[in-house]
């Protein structure tokens, strides 16, 4: 595939390690039985992301916070059904310890690995996607980045339900297919019909047809709710006015908890894509220590057949 020109490649590394533990066996494992298979795995998608679509700038964003208390104030139940008895977010116990080795491996190879306090690694795809002046991609999993496609610069992003091999690439128009709203429009319509993933419960008796036939009317939130202060007879049924002006009080608390943040404050970094690796030494340690180094060879490949690139 030929490289799109100064193409920002964006990695949801969370909702990529995470894909990565569960589709790798928990039996590979380093020298002294740790595993590992989160770290390979997610170590083989950035190396097949690279050799498919052959970015120009690479970011791995992360979670500085996962359940920022900002959104949590606004709608209580955000992810509260991912909250451990203990405290902090429910991750399997042999994940944990690899979140840490999977950041040290980027580093090492020369990856920039951002998250910024009190804030989702989507805030900061949110951030760097907007600011970005070229074509964005965005690798996830996780639909509420769907809001962030816009068919001027462009920005897309490779969906992974399927699998790392098999993106689902989700512009504007695939948005405008898949729920008859305006391209841009998701994390409105995502307010109105709910987000059960994210512990958001939306306006009750709406659901996504009713969600999708307000927003297309309106075109966002603010329009809608200054239409149902206004009290005009707009062509909504009584019905659903009623269920919409009920929920008021929600729908403008969950707006900041529904829309990634783009405008965050981010340290300075180097985006582009690394023809060798930052710190050669550090990473052969780390892949004799954690037998990393079928992966990290692979990866290293890609990196410089892509950086190398004109």
Same mark, same amino acid.
């Given at each position: 595939?030929?490289?799109?020109?100064?193409?920002?490649?964006?990695?949801?590394?969370? /909702?990529?390690?995470?894909?990565?533990?569960?589709?790798?066996?928990?039996?590979?494992?380093?020298?002294?039985? &740790?595993?590992?298979?989160?770290?390979?795995?997610?170590?083989?998608?950035?190396?097949?992301?690279?050799? !498919?679509?052959?970015?120009?700038?690479?970011?791995?964003?992360?979670?500085?916070?996962?359940?920022?208390?900002?959104? $949590?104030?606004?709608?209580?139940?955000? !992810? %509260?059904?991912?909250?451990?008895?203990?405290?902090?977010?429910?991750?399997?116990?042999?994940?944990?310890?690899?979140?840490?080795?999977?950041?040290?491996?980027?580093?090492?190879?020369?990856?920039?690995?951002?998250?910024?306090?009190?804030?989702?690694?989507?805030?900061?795809?949110?951030?760097?996607?907007?600011?970005?002046?070229?074509?964005? *991609?965005?690798? &996830?999993? +996780?639909?509420?980045?769907?809001? @962030?496609?816009?068919? +001027? !610069?462009?920005?897309?992003?490779?969906? =992974? %339900?399927?699998?790392?091999?098999?993106?689902? $690439?989700?512009?504007?128009?695939?948005?405008?297919?898949?729920?008859?709203?305006?391209?841009?429009?998701?994390?409105?319509?995502?307010?109105?019909?709910?987000?059960? #993933?994210?512990?958001?419960?939306? $306006?009750?008796?709406?659901?996504?047809?009713?969600?999708?036939?307000?927003?297309? !009317?309106?075109?966002?939130?603010?329009?809608?709710?200054?239409?149902? *202060? /206004?009290?005009?007879? *707009?062509?909504?049924?009584?019905?659903?006015?009623?269920?919409?002006?009920?929920?008021? *009080?929600?729908?403008?608390? %969950?707006?900041?908890?529904?829309?990634?943040?783009?405008?965050? #404050?981010?340290?300075?970094?180097?985006?582009?894509?690394? /023809?060798?690796?930052?710190?050669?030494? =550090?990473?052969?340690? @780390?892949?004799?220590?954690?037998?990393?180094?079928?992966?990290?060879?692979?990866? @290293?490949?890609?990196?410089?057949?892509?950086?190398?690139?004109?």
């Amino acid at each position: 595939m030929p490289k799109r020109r100064d193409l920002l490649l964006l990695l949801d590394t969370p /909702s990529l390690y995470f894909r990565a533990f569960y589709g790798v066996p928990e039996t590979v494992t380093a020298p002294d039985g &740790t595993p590992v298979n989160a770290v390979r795995g997610l170590i083989d998608m950035v190396a097949f992301l690279l050799q !498919k679509h052959r970015p120009t700038r690479l970011v791995a964003t992360m979670d500085a916070d996962w359940r920022p208390a900002f959104r $949590v104030a606004a709608v209580p139940a955000y !992810k %509260a059904h991912r909250l451990a008895p203990e405290g902090g977010e429910l991750t399997p116990d042999p994940l944990v310890p690899q979140v840490g080795l999977i950041e040290q491996v980027l580093t090492a190879v020369g990856v920039p690995v951002i998250g910024v306090d009190g804030y989702e690694a989507d805030d900061v795809i949110g951030t760097l996607a907007t600011a970005y002046e070229g074509p964005v *991609d965005v690798v &996830t999993g +996780d639909r509420d980045l769907f809001q @962030l496609v816009r068919a +001027d !610069k462009p920005v897309r992003v490779l969906y =992974t %339900a399927k699998g790392i091999r098999d993106v689902q $690439v989700v512009d504007e128009a695939e948005v405008a297919r898949r729920y008859g709203i305006p391209g841009r429009a998701y994390a409105d319509f995502a307010l109105l019909r709910g987000d059960p #993933s994210d512990g958001l419960p939306g $306006v009750p008796g709406v659901g996504e047809k009713t969600a999708a036939s307000v927003i297309t !009317k309106y075109g966002d939130s603010d329009t809608l709710l200054a239409a149902l *202060d /206004s009290g005009a007879d *707009d062509g909504l049924s009584p019905t659903v006015r009623r269920k919409l002006l009920d929920a008021r *009080d929600y729908l403008i608390a %969950a707006r900041p908890v529904v829309r990634v943040a783009t405008d965050l #404050s981010v340290p300075a970094y180097e985006d582009r894509v690394p /023809s060798r690796p930052r710190d050669p030494e =550090t990473l052969v340690e @780390l892949a004799e220590r954690w037998n990393l180094d079928s992966p990290l060879n692979r990866l @290293l490949a890609a990196l410089g057949a892509v950086g190398s690139d004109p």
